[in-house]
């Protein structure tokens, strides 16, 4: 892989945000991204990425997204709400990620289960889908005239949405 270039399938996966190309990878392609633009000097473990050889600064990080009072940074799953850092599970920050990086389009249940926790939709996992969006809202909301950053589509799921 080193020495030559990377190409990905960005034509599903790529989202306009603002001025930034914001592209999903898969696991793979991700280790194959860091390879090439890293070289054999850093090593890929299923928690990130760890310098071998050099000294990999993590501090400046790649993928920001601000809307209003809310600050995301992907690649620290870092989540501030009017200064406030906010500690999300792992599947709240996931769902949250997977709706402001596509605004306004409204995600089913299934297609949430599936991107999300990768398994088949029951009947079941509507509930807990709701349960893990409920505390997330709760978790955005810091005061009550905040606004709610995640719409309710009755019957149908989820979207993302500015006040």
């Known amino acids: 892989?080193?020495?030559k270039l990377a190409v990905f399938d960005i034509s599903e996966t790529g989202v306009q945000i603002g001025?930034?190309?914001v592209v999903l990878l898969d696991e793979r392609q991700r280790k194959e991204l860091a390879q090439y633009l890293?070289?054999?000097?850093?090593?890929?473990?299923?928690?990130?990425?760890?310098?071998?050889?050099h000294n990999w600064q993590q501090d400046s990080p790649l993928?920001?997204?601000?809307?209003?009072?809310?600050?995301?940074?992907?690649?620290?799953?870092l989540v501030i709400v009017k200064e406030q850092e906010i500690t999300l599970t792992v599947k709240e920050f996931d769902i949250l990620v997977l709706l402001i990086m596509n605004p306004?389009?409204?995600?089913?249940y299934e297609l949430i289960m599936d991107l999300i926790w990768r398994e088949d939709y029951t009947y079941y996992s509507r509930k807990a889908i709701n349960n893990h969006v409920c505390n997330l809202r709760k978790k955005l909301k810091i005061d009550p005239g905040d606004p709610?950053?995640?719409?309710?589509?009755?019957?149908?799921?989820?979207?993302?949405?500015?006040?």
């Open 63 to 77: 993928t920001e997204i601000r809307e209003g009072d809310l600050y995301i940074c992907l690649e620290q799953r």
């Open 19 to 21: 001025e930034k190309l």
């Open 38 to 53: 890293l070289g054999d000097m850093v090593s890929i473990a299923d928690t990130g990425i760890s310098s071998s050889k």
């Open 1 to 3: 892989m080193h020495g």
């Open 148 to 163: 709610d950053y995640i719409k309710s589509v009755t019957g149908i799921g989820y979207k993302f949405a500015l006040p």
């Open 104 to 108: 306004k389009r409204v995600f089913t």
